[in-house]
């Protein structure tokens, strides 16, 4: 599973275990440099940083930085190639990989939820093609405006155009 940075799914109940962060963690901190490929729990700080801003500011001592290098922190986002992949990041990754390599050719289905185009060489791209390695395999999309697939594996789509929650709300 490959859900986004937003914790959505752990706070739906998911476990942590079997969730995959490849865009990277709003939870996380890493240096903006980044000088190690390490990341850092930042529930804390935002807390402080949230209780303690007046006038849309906080206090400066709140800023966080790198206990090494000392450079400022930054979210643990994937948008440049400044993005810090740490050893939790790459656990899930063997994690991710297993799921897919033991379900070779099994019945899957690749759900998609309003993935753009962004960076579509991380789901969306890979999705179409792991569907058209597998004959048993299902592609579906649900999003608003974006809702495509390639011709390719049109035989075992469906692209939904709507917003993602009203259409899981006609589903239920």
Partial sequence: MIPNVDHC????????????YTQGDYGLFQCSEPCCQETFENEDTIR???????????????????SYCGKPMTMNLRSDDKFVE??????????YDN???????????????GVG???????????WR???QNPNAMYVC????????????????????????EVLDRIV
């Fill in 130 to 132: 792991m569907t058209a």
């Fill in 142 to 165: 649900i999003n608003k405006g974006d809702a495509v697939c390639s011709k390719e594996i049109k035989q075992q789509a469906i692209c939904i155009d709507g917003d993602i929650g």
């Fill in 117 to 127: 185009y962004n960076t579509p060489g991380i789901i969306k791209y890979p999705f």
């Fill in 48 to 66: 402080q940083m949230i209780e303690q801003q007046r006038d849309m500011r906080i206090p400066s001592e709140l800023l966080p930085i790198c």
């Fill in 86 to 95: 740490d050893e939790g990041w790459h656990r899930a990754a063997e994690r």
């Fill in 9 to 20: 799914f752990q706070k739906a109940g998911f476990d942590k275990k079997r969730l995959f």
């Fill in 99 to 113: 799921f897919l390599r033991t379900r070779r050719n099994m019945r899957v289905l690749f759900l998609e939820l």
